[in-house]
């Protein structure tokens, strides 16, 4: 009962920290709007504004109530046996005008089954390849590495850009933590919940996830055991 108030209280101060910031711009720049008299341009633009930002807390507040719901333990109730490589194909596709415009390439090798939630893998992919796509350099490279072996289903997204600090790297997968500042919102659209929810999918089929970073290459590694552990 102790860990579980303990969860709830790091739940909520987590998101009141996340939430304080944007609130607070949101109503400053409403109340700029509202005190001089503008041209309906304007207002439009205000607007539009405010709703990107209303969209980025929706997904954040989404998001947020998945990790509190996975860190109580979830069943799968969509378990399937299917190609990782498949899948990874279908996301590249996905990714592809993206990753156009920074001329990054996109390639996908090997093979494996994966026994689990084939929507919460492509989610857990996703976010690695969004994140990838994000720090990527200009005519950089990104590739999804499948192996299968008899006991699990080894999924890698590795990409080429600048190191992380080895230090940092086991913190990646913590609710809002980023590595650099200069990478935080508004610069980028990733709400910093990413790769725990990415965490929180592996744990809940019975498998891991790790970061390695190094001569100019950085990986993260997803582990998908054949028989799916409840968590």
Do not use: W
Not at 67 to 86: C, I, M, N, W, Y
Not at 93 to 122: C, N, Q, S, T
Not at 147 to 163: K, L, P, R, S
């Amino acid at each position: 009962l102790q860990e579980d108030f303990q969860r709830l209280t790091d739940f909520a101060s987590d998101l009141a920290h996340e939430l304080r910031t944007p609130i607070s711009n949101l109503l400053t720049q409403t109340q700029v709007a509202l005190a001089t008299k503008r041209n309906a341009a304007t207002y439009r633009d205000i607007l539009a504004s405010n709703a990107e930002e209303f969209q980025r807390l929706a997904r954040m507040v989404s998001d947020m109530l998945f990790l509190a719901k996975t860190e109580r333990g979830v069943d799968l109730p969509h378990k399937e046996r299917f190609s990782a490589r498949q899948d990874g194909l279908a996301l590249l596709d996905f990714y592809e005008a993206v990753a156009e415009e920074k001329r990054i390439r996109l390639r996908v090798e090997g093979d494996g089954e994966i026994e689990g939630d084939r929507l919460m893998f492509r989610r857990a992919v996703s976010n690695l390849l969004s994140n990838a796509l994000r720090y990527t350099p200009e005519a950089g490279d990104i590739t999804i590495r499948i192996t299968g072996t008899a006991q699990a289903t080894t999924v890698a997204v590795e990409n080429t850009g600048a190191d992380i600090d080895a230090k940092v790297l086991p913190r990646l997968f913590d609710r809002f933590y980023r590595a650099d500042a200069s990478r935080a919102h508004p610069d980028t659209d990733g709400s910093g919940l990413g790769l725990a929810i990415t965490r929180a999918i592996a744990e809940a089929h019975g498998g891991r996830v790790t970061a390695t970073s190094g001569q100019g290459r950085t990986c993260f590694t997803l582990v998908f055991p054949h028989r799916v552990a409840k968590p």
